[in-house]
């Protein structure tokens, strides 16, 4: 029997001054003409830099631009728009500049270069993408990134939450997996071996990784190697099950909930250390990095509700009705909502 095809990156480069190198990278992949999406502000920032890199290479930028706006119509309209000549996609910034380019380069089949300029999520290597469908936030099939360039200096410049919301996210893929097992348990899913093995991989290479700071180079590139390596899996698996289990219902639900929710990664990571102590997995491994690197100070001082997080993992079992991980029953929900009110570290960071 033939095995599944599978898309990967073509190129991976996470490097100090990868920005100034960008136009190599793609020179070596045979590209001469591109356009390139810029996060909100990020021209003025970093546009000079690129363009002069893209420009050495002999590559011709055919139009660039800043994007913001993350609805589907917006995005239909600039993907059937683009020059004809255009080779690839070039998105440039954080996740909503990711996810334009990324569905762009799947509506009109072009490769796409992820460029992600934060560490916050693994989004800059998965193959979906979050759009506003009809008002609402929306998981679409996207293009998996032919090629990803990371300038750790980029990285290391943006706010420490977003290295937080990165570590928050890697952690996750340790629940998810633990989710994914139980859900074939209960009959509803199949495990794919290879996939959980590369989201294995990419979470226990992270966590044994030696630092002094968050913004280790060494530190820095674990992160990023790792949440690239989820991408991976996920497109093995065909699916987001080797990485999104409970946790990421929780978040997800309190995206719908609230009116300004936090960062993605700094929600799923809470989730991740309720649901480790739900499963009685891992617990103590993700408690050490989360306290060792910063994580749990830094999410005690936004004054989170405990009210939300119980309301969340109600709603959490709607959220992805079609799985069953966990969270889908109620006496996990019931375990999930006791273990915030009796943890003392969930104790400290819920200010109960």
Request: proline fraction near 3%; hydrophobic fraction near 40%; include cysteine.
């Amino acid at each position: 029997m033939q095995g599944n095809m599978i898309s990967i990156p073509v190129f991976l480069r996470i490097e100090s001054g990868a920005l100034d190198k960008l136009g190599t990278y793609l020179k070596d992949s045979g590209f001469k003409n591109t356009v390139v999406f810029f996060g909100n502000g990020l021209i003025d920032m970093f546009g000079e830099r690129v363009l002069k890199s893209l420009a050495l290479a002999d590559i011709t930028v055919l139009e660039y631009m800043e994007l913001d706006s993350v609805d589907l119509t917006d995005v239909t309209d600039i993907a059937f728009n683009l020059p004809n000549k255009t080779q690839a996609v070039i998105g440039l910034g954080g996740g909503k500049v990711i996810d334009v380019a990324k569905y762009t380069a799947y509506l009109t089949k072009l490769p796409f270069i992820s460029v992600p300029t934060s560490s916050s999520t693994d989004g800059f290597a998965s193959g979906t993408a979050s759009l506003v469908v009809k008002g609402r936030r929306t998981s679409v099939p996207a293009k998996t990134a032919y090629g990803i360039a990371i300038d750790t200096d980029v990285i290391k410049t943006a706010p420490e939450s977003f290295l937080y919301s990165g570590i928050g996210d890697m952690l996750s893929k340790i629940t998810a997996n633990y989710d994914w097992m139980y859900e074939e348990k209960c009959g509803v899913s199949k495990v794919d071996d290879f996939a959980m093995m590369i989201a294995k991989k990419s979470v226990n290479s992270f966590v044994r990784t030696p630092f002094t700071s968050i913004k280790d180079d060494l530190f820095l590139r674990e992160l990023m190697d790792s949440l690239a390596m989820s991408g991976v899996a996920n497109e093995i698996a065909g699916s987001s099950a080797p990485t999104s289990g409970s946790e990421h219902l929780i978040s997800h639900a309190l995206d719908k909930m609230l009116e300004k929710p936090q960062l993605h990664g700094i929600q799923v990571g809470i989730a991740t250390y309720i649901m480790s102590l739900v499963q009685e997995h891992r617990f103590e491994r993700i408690r050490k990095v989360f306290t060792d690197t910063g994580f749990f100070e830094y999410v005690k001082t936004l004054k989170l509700s405990p009210d939300d997080y119980f309301a969340a993992i109600d709603l959490a079992p709607s959220i992805k009705p079609h799985r069953h991980v966990y969270l889908h029953e109620e006496k996990y929900r019931e375990k999930a909502k006791e273990t915030i009110r009796t943890d003392s570290i969930l104790k400290e960071i819920f200010g109960l």
